[in-house]
Structure formats: structure tokens, C-alpha cells
């Protein structure tokens, strides 16, 4: 048990593939255990009992939470197993900590809400803000191959779930959300970043995400508000 590592995910959780892709990046060797959400596990519960959410590291029979909290876990404790995640340099450190706190607070939650607003007129308007927010982004690549510097770190593997779902939502919703001539940048990341071995291993099948996105979809433009 001294080395044991376990991950409680699903096979779809944006969130969850952040601590996969680090995981495999680092090269640590651990049990993936697939949550039903609908039906989840006593075991989730016991370990994340205040959120009851996936993903959940369990490393040496204790728990840890939150996909941020986690990518910073593994970061400090296989810290000589490959390139650090995170920045050495305090400034550069916190400044990787504001833009991952921006993809989740701000960035994904407007690109969401393009996907779940009922209409075409009431998404176009949605997508304003999300474009605004790829603004900021695109800003950080300059100079940059990736947000992490010359390899994969931790803001890249924040913001990964851009790279292989945004043509998804594309297909789902019949509505461009991204522009590749607009952000250059942006673009050419995407593709280095699912290109990579240790990502491009571990993406969701492309047909099952189109597939539940549809049901999502479907069922957001048909429920009452």
C-alpha cells in the first residue's frame, strides 16, 4: 500500500482526464476505478464525501479532491519523475494558478453556456463573452509553445478539455465556436497538445462524447426553465 494509487473517475470527466494525463506524464502507475454517477460508489462518497464528485486521488489509502488540488498533489510528490507542472519561480507559480483558476471560473463556464442556452439567437449572444475569454487566452501563448513553457504543464492540462471538445460542441450545437484564423495560437496549441503521447492515449473516444453531448444537448433545449 505504501506506493498504491487509485483515481475515481468517469470516462468522460474533463476534470478527471486533467489528473489522467498527469499521471501518465509523470509515469506513475495507478488503478483507474469508473464511477457510475448515477449510481455512485460507497466508496466515492466515503472519500469525497462534502462534493461526491469525481475525480478522487487515493494515494497511500488517503484521499484527495478537486482536480486543482490534485494536479498540485502529484506536482509535489513525484516531483524528480519528470519536468515539474508547475513553474519553480513564485511569480511564475501564482500566475499559473490565476489563468487555471480562470479557465474554470470564467473561460469554461462561458463556453458551457453557449452549449446549454435554447436557441440559435439566445448561443450567438452567449458566445460573445466565451470569445472574449479566448481573448484573454490566446494572449498567454505569445512567445509560448505552450502555456507551460517548452512542455506540457499545469495550465495546459487545466485547460486540455479546449483541444479535443470544442469541435464536439461545434457538431452538436451546428454553431462555430472557434475560429482557428482568429486565434493562431490557440489552434496551433490545441493540436500539439492532443498530439502529445501522454494525451493523445487518453482522449475520450470522439463518437461516444458526440453521442452523450446529443442526449445533453437534447435534453437542455427541451427542459423548462
Known amino acids: 500500500m505504501a506506493d498504491e494509487v487509485k483515481l475515481y473517475r468517469t470516462w468522460s470527466s474533463r476534470f478527471s ?84 483558476k480562470f479557465v474554470d471560473d470564467k473561460l469554461l463556464p462561458s463556453v458551457t453556456s453557449v452549449f446549454t442556452e435554447k436557441g440559435y439567437e439566445a448561443k450567438k449572444e452567449a458566445l460573445v463573452p466565451a470569445v472574449q475569454n479566448l481573448e484573454l487566452i490566446e494572449e498567454q501563448l505569445k512567445w509560448k509553445k505552450s502555456f507551460g513553457g517548452e512542455s506540457i504543464g499545469y495550465v495546459d492540462l487545466v485547460l486540455g478539455w479546449m483541444a479535443y471538445l470544442l469541435d464536439v460542441f461545434e457538431e452538436v450545437i451546428d454553431l462555430k465556436l472557434f475560429d482557428a484564423h482568429k486565434f493562431p495560437l490557440l489552434s496551433g496549441w490545441m493540436k500539439n497538445f492532443c498530439d502529445a503521447p501522454a494525451i493523445k492515449q487518453h482522449l475520450p473516444p470522439r463518437d461516444k462524447l458526440v453521442t452523450k453531448f446529443q442526449l445533453l444537448h437534447e435534453k437542455y433545449q427541451t427542459t423548462s426553465n
Open 17 to 100: 482526464l486533467r489528473i489522467v494525463w498527469a499521471l501518465h506524464i509523470k509515469g506513475i502507475e495507478y488503478e483507474a476505478i469508473f464511477e457510475d454517477l448515477s449510481h455512485k460508489s460507497p466508496q466515492l462518497l466515503q472519500y469525497n464525501p462534502v462534493h461526491k464528485k469525481v475525480p478522487v486521488l487515493v494515494h497511500q489509502g488517503k484521499p484527495i479532491c478537486e482536480s486543482l488540488v490534485i494536479l498540485e498533489y502529484i506536482d509535489e510528490t513525484w516531483k524528480k519523475e519528470t519536468t515539474p507542472l508547475l513553474p519553480q519561480d513564485p511569480y511564475e507559480k501564482a500566475m499559473a494558478r490565476f489563468w487555471a
